[in-house]
Structures are given as structure tokens and as C-alpha cells.
């Protein structure tokens, strides 16, 4: 274990990787080696308190980071907080090696009157003193409160459920999803809406965090420079937590996750960074662990080796199944880049986009999404991913312009998801997607080189949370070349809420007036409608 504890402190002082390619080699396998052996180690992610453990004296409250719960199953959910009495400190404000009991209750009533489930355990300082909870044994369907106790400390009270027994007859399920929330460049008041539209499940689609900061007109600013090492990371991340919005919503009910690329590096692929970073391995193995640490994930999601598995399904009863897809980890750099760089740009007659070797979710997520895909029995499918997964040409006139950052520039792997979905099997498939800090309603042409051809599934973007955008007009001067397309607005901020029924589902573009603004006043932007059976949004 000692070990262990030198190898995440080595990670988080921004060590770089050998010259020699043989150390380099050897460097990153003993890298690999030890997020294995924190996945597989019992005591770092919450187990039975020791018989002697170690007594640390805090002397300012641990739980500042709050209280969140994700991935809920019928039978239970995860829990997590993060004792941090110095927040903005890499170690949270705790010193040392020490592991520190703490007690969680579940219980019926916000009271606790009823309490179901009382746990101790002890955190660890090498996953930061994070707390991840898998609650199971729970009845299904039902509202559960939780709160967490460190000495006389006792965090605020969570609210979260399970979700129906497998196969229940369900009538309608609200989710709301929403990405990219920059923390410079607004502020997180969208959230209150989104409390007050009490969804029953909340999909962040990525950039929960950006590592860069650029933009105009900031009401806030990132502390330090970008992170590049664990504690770096660790300091972004508990910055986005301290948001009293951000923090209210995570206790308001359960969360579930695609990540995108500013949880690490803007526009990385897979093992290659946009600048083409030696040492980017490293720097990915600790914005990884750093995200699992702030984030109510089931413990099976811990970093292994050097994936972090994150694509994973939810099934609400009869009504609705969700897949949730990592577009980010696994794909191949984006065709045809810049010189010296591997990042994305709008890309005209690449002759790269098709060749075979290609894909964007790689080719064990490919076959597990086509499964999930076939065995659902579902009304409902939706698609959860980072992007936009429907065509959009960005280049005015003649030629078709590929931003190849999206689906548009992996056409070959697009084609392979489609091919499951034309042969019909899938009921209602419905993508939902962010990153293009735009708000889209479109209908997915069954053949992506024709716009005007039959409909196989509905697709809603929702704009950014908080981050800028390109300019309205940019935007319009490119709907009139992508008919499919019903809703192109990148001009406000907010989210989508999508409410599921037996016979319809309904698309609520939530929008804040103005993000700059702290006590921010809300409008709707635009409602759509998909009828069961009948592929594409219409205007509601």
C-alpha cells in the first residue's frame, strides 16, 4: 500500500515521462500497474473502519464539496462526498497518510427516523479522501434520503430513489440533460431551473470541467493554470464543486455521466493529445482518477489499468432504456488535422474520413451498443452520448464541410450504428447529445449523404450549460444546407428536459436570458414532440 501511496503522490507532482523509450515503456506499465492495484484495493474507496484507526482532528467542515448520488438500478444507487476542510488544497485540506472513519445513513424520511442502512468505513488520502457508496438491497421505485457523519461533522441531507423493478409497467420518466458548464464564462443558475422541473434522472454529457480557459466577458476565473497533473486536476474539479447551484441539483436526485474531451485536454483521441503531448498518458491517468473522485460512479468504474470503463445502460422499467456512450476514449485521432497538431477543423474532401481504420467508440463499445440496441425491449432508446450524431454540413454552398470532432467525422462508424437501427428492431431510438454549445432538434436521415431521406431516429443537442459559442449568425447562414436539422440556436444557455410517455415524448428547451447574470431569469425556447413510431421531432 505504501507504494501505492508513492505513486499517486509521484503522478500529482507532474512528473514527465522518461526520453528513453524503454523507461518510457517501463514508466507507464508501473503507471498502469498502480491504478490497478488502487481499483482492487479494498480500503481506498470506503471499507470497514480499522480497529485502531488513525484520529484526525479537522478543524473546518469536511463536507464542502457536498453530498451527490448517481447510477440508480432497482435496487439501489451510489453515494459519494468528498471530505475537503480546505477545499482548494490538492489534499482537501487533510494532511498526511491518515485514513479517516466516516458514517453514511440511507434512510425513508428525511428525518432519519427510518434509517435502512448504516455504514461505516474509513477514506484514504490516495483517491483523496472520496467516498463511493454502491447502496444495494433497496426496494425498488422508491425515495431514499441519505447524509454523511465525520466526527461531530454531518454533511447536508441528499435526496435520490431507485428506479422501477425491471420490466414495471411505467408511464412517464423526466430526464434532464445538459453539458458544458464553464465556469469563467457564466454562471451555473440554469440549475435552479432545473430543481424546480424536478427531473427523475439527470445526464451530464460532458465538459463536467474545462482544463483551458479562454472565452470573453468572464464572471469568474479558474484558479492556477491549466492542470496537467493530479493535483492540478483535484483543484479544478473541487473549484466546479464549491458552485451552490452545481452542488444543490447533485442533492436534489441521481446523475449519470459522458464524459468529453475538457475533462482532460481539448480535442484529445484516445491515447493522442491535441498538441501531441509525450507524456499525455500520464496526464490522462490523472484527470481520470481525478474525475471518479468527484463524481457518484459506481466503484466498478475506478481506472483500471489504462481505461476507465464508463459506457454502461439503465433500464426504467418497461418504458425507457438508456445507453450511455464514451465517444471519447476509445476513437481514433480525427481525420485529416492541422499540421503538428491532432484536433478537429471543418474538413473538405478528406479522403481520410473513410478509411477503414477509423472509429469512434472502438470496437468492443461498437458491439456492446449494437446488443443493447437488439435485446431492448423498450418503447423508448435513448442514446446518450457527447455529440451530434445526424449530419451537419458547416460549409455554405457546393462542397460539404465535416467538423470532425462529431460523427460526421467518422462516417464509417455512424454508418455501422445506423445499420442497426434501419433494420428496425430498435423501438423509438432518440439521441441526445452536447459539446456544440448549440441547441439542435433533428431528424437522423437513414442515409447521412442524403438529408431528405426517411427518418430512422430523433436527435436533441442541448446548448452549453454555461460556456460561449459561436455567433447566431454563423448558425443561420448554415441551416438552409441541412434541412433534417428543425433547430439551430446557439445564442442562450440551458438544457433540454425530455419527458417520456407511453405514446409521445416531449422536448423542453430550457434557457437562461442571461448566464452573465447571478439571479438569472428563465424563458423556454422551443418545445418538440416525437410520437412513438414515427421518427423525427416536431414542433409541440
Known amino acids: 500500500?505504501?507504494?501505492?501511496?508513492?505513486?499517486?503522490?509521484?503522478?500529482?507532482?507532474?512528473?514527465?515521462?522518461?526520453?528513453?523509450?524503454?523507461?518510457?515503456?517501463?514508466?507507464?506499465?508501473?503507471?498502469?500497474?498502480?491504478?490497478?492495484?488502487?481499483?482492487?484495493?479494498?480500503?481506498?474507496?470506503?471499507?470497514?473502519?480499522?480497529?485502531?484507526?488513525?484520529?484526525?482532528?479537522?478543524?473546518?467542515?469536511?463536507?464542502?464539496?457536498?453530498?451527490?448520488?448517481?447510477?440508480?438500478?432497482?435496487g439501489g444507487f451510489s453515494l459519494w462526498t468528498r471530505l475537503a476542510p480546505g477545499p482548494l488544497r490538492a489534499d482537501g485540506g487533510i494532511e498526511g497518510d491518515a485514513r479517516i472513519p466516516v458514517r453514511c445513513e440511507v434512510a425513508e424520511d428525511e428525518g432519519f427516523a427510518r434509517i435502512v442502512r448504516s455504514i461505516d468505513f474509513d477514506t484514504a488520502p490516495e483517491v483523496g479522501h472520496?467516498?463511493?457508496?454502491?447502496?444495494?438491497?433497496?426496494?425498488?421505485?422508491?425515495?431514499?434520503?441519505?447524509?454523511?457523519?465525520?466526527?461531530?461533522?454531518?454533511?447536508?441531507?441528499?435526496?435520490?430513489?431507485?428506479?422501477?423493478?425491471?420490466?414495471?409497467?411505467?408511464?412517464?420518466?423526466?430526464?434532464?440533460?445538459?453539458s458544458c458548464q464553464n465556469l469563467e464564462h457564466g454562471w451555473f443558475s440554469a440549475y435552479r431551473q432545473m430543481q424546480r422541473d424536478a427531473p427523475d434522472l439527470v445526464l451530464f454529457l460532458g465538459d463536467y470541467i474545462y482544463e483551458s480557459q479562454w472565452g470573453v466577458d468572464l464572471v469568474r476565473r479558474h484558479l492556477g493554470s491549466e492542470p496537467t497533473t493530479l493535483a492540478g486536476y483535484r483543484v479544478r474539479h473541487a473549484q466546479y464543486k464549491l458552485d451552490p447551484d452545481l452542488q444543490a441539483m447533485h442533492a436534489t436526485g441521481p446523475w449519470a455521466f459522458a464524459w468529453d474531451d475538457h475533462e482532460v485536454d481539448n480535442d484529445y483521441a484516445g491515447a493522442q493529445s491535441e498538441n501531441l503531448d509525450p507524456s499525455f498518458l500520464l496526464r490522462r491517468a490523472a484527470a481520470y482518477q481525478a474525475y471518479f473522485e468527484h463524481l457518484p460512479m459506481p466503484r466498478r468504474m475506478y481506472p483500471r489499468h489504462d481505461e476507465m470503463r464508463m459506457y454502461t445502460h439503465l433500464d426504467i422499467g418497461d418504458l425507457l432504456r438508456v445507453c450511455l456512450l464514451d465517444a471519447r476514449q476509445y476513437r481514433t485521432p480525427q481525420p485529416c488535422p492541422r499540421p503538428n497538431r491532432h484536433s478537429s477543423q471543418v474538413a473538405i474532401g478528406c479522403t481520410e474520413l473513410r478509411e477503414s481504420s477509423q472509429t469512434m467508440l472502438g470496437a468492443a463499445?461498437?458491439?456492446?451498443?449494437?446488443?443493447?440496441?437488439?435485446?431492448?425491449?423498450?418503447?423508448?432508446?435513448?442514446?446518450?452520448?457527447?455529440?451530434?450524431?445526424?449530419?451537419?454540413?458547416?460549409?455554405?454552398?457546393?462542397?460539404?464541410?465535416?467538423?470532425?470532432?462529431?460523427?460526421?467525422?467518422?462516417?464509417?462508424?455512424?454508418?455501422?450504428?445506423?445499420?442497426?437501427?434501419?433494420?428496425?428492431?430498435?423501438?423509438?431510438?432518440?439521441?441526445?447529445?452536447?459539446?456544440?454549445?448549440?441547441?439542435?432538434?433533428?431528424?437522423?436521415?437513414?442515409?447521412?449523404?442524403?438529408?431528405?431521406?426517411?427518418?430512422?431516429?430523433?436527435?436533441?443537442?442541448?446548448?452549453?450549460?454555461?460556456?460561449?459559442?459561436r455567433p447566431q449568425s454563423w448558425y443561420d447562414e448554415r441551416l438552409p444546407e441541412n434541412p433534417h436539422v428543425r433547430q439551430l440556436r446557439s445564442d442562450q444557455r440551458g438544457y433540454t428536459l425530455l419527458d417520456f410517455a407511453r405514446g409521445r415524448l416531449d422536448a423542453t428547451l430550457q434557457v437562461v436570458r442571461d448566464v452573465h447574470v447571478q439571479d438569472a431569469q428563465f424563458e423556454v425556447q422551443a418545445r418538440y414532440m416525437v410520437e412513438d413510431g414515427r421518427a423525427g421531432p416536431q414542433r409541440a
Not at 435520490?160 to 412517464?172: D, N
Open 1 to 74: 500500500m505504501r507504494q501505492i501511496a508513492d505513486w499517486i503522490r509521484h503522478l500529482s507532482r507532474g512528473t514527465t515521462l522518461p526520453r528513453d523509450p524503454l523507461a518510457r515503456r517501463r514508466f507507464l506499465e508501473r503507471a498502469a500497474w498502480t491504478t490497478t492495484a488502487l481499483a482492487l484495493a479494498p480500503g481506498l474507496l470506503g471499507r470497514a473502519p480499522a480497529q485502531n484507526p488513525t484520529r484526525v482532528r479537522l478543524t473546518a467542515d469536511p463536507f464542502t464539496l457536498g453530498v451527490a448520488s448517481g447510477y440508480p438500478h432497482p
Open 365 to 469: 463499445q461498437e458491439r456492446w451498443l449494437s446488443q443493447r440496441l437488439r435485446d431492448s425491449g423498450a418503447r423508448w432508446n435513448l442514446i446518450a452520448q457527447q455529440g451530434l450524431f445526424a449530419p451537419l454540413d458547416e460549409q455554405p454552398g457546393d462542397e460539404r464541410g465535416a467538423f470532425t470532432d462529431m460523427w460526421e467525422g467518422y462516417p464509417l462508424a455512424r454508418e455501422r450504428v445506423l445499420a442497426d437501427l434501419r433494420d428496425g428492431r430498435t423501438r423509438n431510438p432518440v439521441f441526445a447529445g452536447g459539446d456544440m454549445h448549440t441547441a439542435v432538434a433533428a431528424a437522423v436521415p437513414g442515409d447521412p449523404a442524403r438529408f431528405d431521406s426517411a427518418p430512422v431516429a430523433s436527435e436533441f443537442v442541448a446548448t452549453s450549460l454555461s460556456a460561449e459559442s
Open 130 to 178: 472520496s467516498v463511493h457508496l454502491d447502496v444495494d438491497g433497496l426496494e425498488a421505485g422508491r425515495g431514499y434520503h441519505y447524509r454523511f457523519q465525520c466526527g461531530d461533522a454531518r454533511s447536508a441531507v441528499g435526496r435520490t430513489h431507485t428506479l422501477p423493478a425491471a420490466g414495471a409497467r411505467i408511464e412517464r420518466f423526466r430526464i434532464a440533460f445538459a
